[in-house]
């Protein structure tokens, strides 16, 4: 079993539309959630962090963790074409990060 | 501009041919990794190192190299390539062992034939 499990998609929105996407974990260790984002024939970047459980908003983007049910989850409103990207969620423990595989959300015009 | 390069972006090579992948960054940043993106597997460390000359082993390290001889820079080596190790490779910086940021490089798609 992976650490960090991540559906790998490829999901597809309408412009405007509520996006959801979820990572479950394994090692209770965790204590920091990060969401990435990649773009194509780019590294990925950092969206969001979370420590430990609870909810933190950026904008359109809320990232959400429940340490009780070992679930990591990104949430984009309004979603535009310019979100349309690979969205990687990592957890870390000690040292080091581990990835969840990816989720690639297109954002249809 | 703060940022991590790798040099090169694109590498197509054959088997048993020594390469060296660069790696540099230009924050000061103490902790640098290496990691391989496969479809389905993910981002995965190869190596990572917390400050000069102090390197250690991630979770796939069979095949690679790593030295640190200078805070900026982290080359990663493969002595013998095998197609096995045909993937998508990023460098990555954070500040020090406590940030939870990571800059990561534009990354070097290898081939080995």
């Known amino acids: 079993q992976k650490e960090v499990e991540q559906d790998p998609g490829p999901l597809s929105v309408p412009e405007g539309a509520i996006v959801s996407l979820n990572c479950t974990y394994s090692?209770?260790?965790?204590?920091?959630f990060m969401w990435y984002r990649q773009y194509s024939r780019k590294g990925p970047e950092l969206l969001m962090y979370t420590y430990s459980s609870g909810n933190k908003e950026d904008g359109r983007f809320t990232a959400q963790v429940d340490k009780s049910s070992k679930y990591i989850s990104l949430f984009i409103r309004d979603s535009q074409p310019s979100d349309s990207a690979t969205y990687l969620c990592a957890a870390r423990g000690g040292q080091n990060f581990v990835f969840g595989p990816g989720t690639r959300l297109s954002v249809l015009p | 501009e703060a940022q991590v390069t790798q040099n090169p972006r694109y590498l197509i090579t054959v088997t048993g041919k020594k390469l060296t992948v660069t790696c540099s960054q230009n924050m000061n940043h103490e902790y640098m990794s290496w990691y391989r993106q496969d479809p389905g597997l993910g981002l995965r460390q190869i190596y990572y190192?917390?400050?000069?000359?102090?390197?250690d082993k991630g979770d796939v390290p069979e095949g690679y190299k790593v030295s640190r001889k200078e805070k900026r820079n982290f080359p990663l080596i493969l002595e013998s390539p095998s197609p096995n190790q045909t993937s998508l490779y990023f460098c990555?910086?954070?500040?020090?062992?406590?940030?939870?940021?990571?800059?990561f490089g534009p990354g070097t798609r290898l081939t080995v034939t």
């Open positions: 990555a910086s954070r500040a020090g062992t406590g940030a939870y940021e990571q800059y």
């Open positions: 090692n209770s260790a965790f204590q920091y």
């Open positions: 190192s917390m400050n000069v000359e102090v390197t």
